[in-house]
């Protein structure tokens, strides 16, 4: 992350005392930014759900500063709960627990299970424990769109309808944390992200990756179209079908197999030699980049499915309105 603002401590103090006041804060997080609120205070997560102009039916991820404030939230941690905990946080993995009565039901959409994430960025952490609450949060951005990597990104779209924004530059991992619910039999993946599914069962075995369907019930905001650009995006194997005179195209990196790249206006390499960590942290800016630039429409060609590419595969053909199969 670049060089925070030298006054990142008042940023905190103040964004800490708006939280704890009932309002809303953009802050940064490892994965994307996040639009805060106090996690106990159901007023002021109404709020995040209005300036988000999000359904009340896709639940908010809560974000604590230490392990002792999962306790305030759950009932119950499993054992492979906590072992996936103490390995990957603070980080971006979120896991779903039985919630406590204490957490009201606008947070979790009145579902029985809550989302618990302890984020690795500092000025996050410092925030949530300057708040003394742990604080629900969704993505910066409007409901579908493409989520925010920087604080201008949450400015442009957010601008007055959030209390604050606190800048910490560019976020480090760029795309959302891994979901992992424990409310059934088995550890089920709700969401790919940004801790790789193969890391996760190297702790704790095999993790299963629900149907579609199945997919909506346990995590209701999985909607098909989401990340969306404003301009159409699609999903090619290749670029020979794309003939349209105003077209930008994302690609995983420069590669003389891709072929003619010279029909496009625009070409966005998510990476400069195919690393999928490279490629997560610059997806949501370079979509936003086309998303801008004048093009008509945005080809993306496919990204191998390992790693952080299960997650980028995972936006991309939510965001090209087909909806997935992961
Ligand atoms: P966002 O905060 O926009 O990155 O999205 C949060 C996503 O996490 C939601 O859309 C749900 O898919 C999932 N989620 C959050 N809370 C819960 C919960 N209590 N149970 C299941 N899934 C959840
Ligand atoms: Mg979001």
Same mark, same amino acid.
């Given at each position: 992350?670049?060089?925070?603002?030298?006054? =990142?401590?008042?940023?905190?103090?103040?964004?800490?005392?708006?939280?704890?006041?009932?309002?809303?804060?953009?802050? &940064?997080?490892?994965?994307?930014?996040?639009?805060?609120?106090?996690?106990?205070?159901?007023? =002021?997560?109404?709020?995040?759900?209005?300036?988000?102009?999000? &359904?009340?039916?896709?639940?908010?991820?809560?974000?604590?500063?230490?392990?002792?404030?999962?306790?305030?939230?759950?009932?119950?941690?499993?054992?492979? =709960?906590?072992?996936?905990?103490?390995?990957?946080?603070?980080?971006?993995?979120?896991?779903?627990?039985?919630?406590?009565?204490?957490?009201?039901?606008?947070?979790?959409?009145?579902?029985?299970?809550?989302?618990?994430?302890?984020?690795?960025?500092?000025?996050?952490?410092?925030?949530?424990?300057?708040?003394?609450? &742990?604080? #629900?949060?969704?993505?910066?951005?409007?409901?579908?769109?493409?989520?925010?990597?920087?604080?201008?990104?949450?400015?442009?779209?957010?601008?007055?309808?959030?209390?604050?924004?606190?800048?910490?530059?560019?976020?480090?991992?760029?795309?959302?944390?891994?979901?992992?619910?424990?409310?059934?039999?088995?550890?089920?993946?709700?969401?790919?992200?940004?801790?790789?599914?193969?890391?996760?069962?190297?702790?704790?075995?095999?993790?299963?990756? &629900?149907?579609?369907?199945?997919?909506?019930?346990?995590?209701?905001?999985?909607?098909?179209?989401?990340?969306?650009?404003?301009?159409?995006?699609?999903?090619?194997?290749?670029?020979?079908?794309?003939?349209?005179?105003?077209?930008?195209?994302? =690609?995983?990196?420069?590669?003389?197999?891709? %072929?003619?790249?010279?029909?496009?206006?625009?070409?966005?390499?998510?990476?400069?030699?195919?690393?999928?960590?490279?490629?997560?942290?610059?997806?949501?800016?370079?979509?936003?980049?086309?998303?801008?630039?004048?093009?008509?429409?945005? #080809?993306?060609?496919?990204?191998?499915?390992?790693?952080?590419?299960?997650?980028?595969?995972?936006?991309?053909?939510? #965001?090209?309105?087909? %909806?997935?199969?992961?």
């Amino acid at each position: 992350m670049r060089d925070v603002t030298i006054n =990142a401590g008042e940023q905190v103090r103040r964004a800490a005392e708006i939280i704890r006041g009932g309002g809303v804060v953009a802050f &940064p997080t490892e994965t994307v930014y996040g639009l805060g609120a106090n996690a106990f205070d159901e007023l =002021a997560a109404a709020r995040v759900f209005e300036v988000k102009r999000r &359904p009340f039916f896709d639940p908010l991820i809560i974000h604590i500063a230490n392990k002792g404030q999962l306790g305030d939230l759950v009932t119950d941690i499993p054992p492979l =709960a906590e072992k996936l905990t103490d390995r990957f946080w603070p980080g971006p993995l979120t896991v779903v627990l039985p919630k406590k009565t204490a957490v009201p039901d606008i947070i979790t959409s009145g579902l029985p299970g809550a989302a618990v994430r302890m984020p690795s960025n500092n000025i996050a952490l410092q925030l949530i424990s300057a708040a003394g609450v &742990p604080i #629900a949060a969704p993505s910066a951005n409007l409901f579908g769109y493409v989520s925010p990597t920087s604080a201008e990104h949450v400015r442009s779209q957010l601008g007055d309808s959030v209390d604050m924004v606190i800048d910490g530059g560019e976020c480090d991992v760029g795309i959302e944390s891994t979901i992992i619910s424990f409310m059934g039999e088995q550890p089920t993946l709700l969401r790919p992200g940004g801790t790789a599914l193969e890391d996760i069962e190297d702790v704790i075995g095999k993790v299963t990756i &629900p149907a579609n369907s199945d997919l909506k019930n346990q995590s209701p905001g999985r909607s098909d179209q989401h990340y969306a650009t404003s301009i159409p995006l699609v999903l090619v194997d290749d670029i020979t079908g794309i003939n349209d005179v105003n077209a930008g195209l994302i =690609a995983l990196a420069p590669n003389s197999d891709i %072929g003619d790249i010279g029909k496009f206006t625009k070409v966005e390499y998510l990476s400069s030699n195919g690393d999928l960590r490279e490629a997560a942290c610059n997806l949501f800016a370079a979509m936003r980049r086309l998303d801008n630039s004048g093009v008509g429409l945005i #080809a993306a060609l496919p990204i191998p499915k390992t790693g952080l590419g299960l997650a980028i595969n995972d936006r991309l053909a939510r #965001a090209s309105r087909k %909806g997935v199969h992961i």
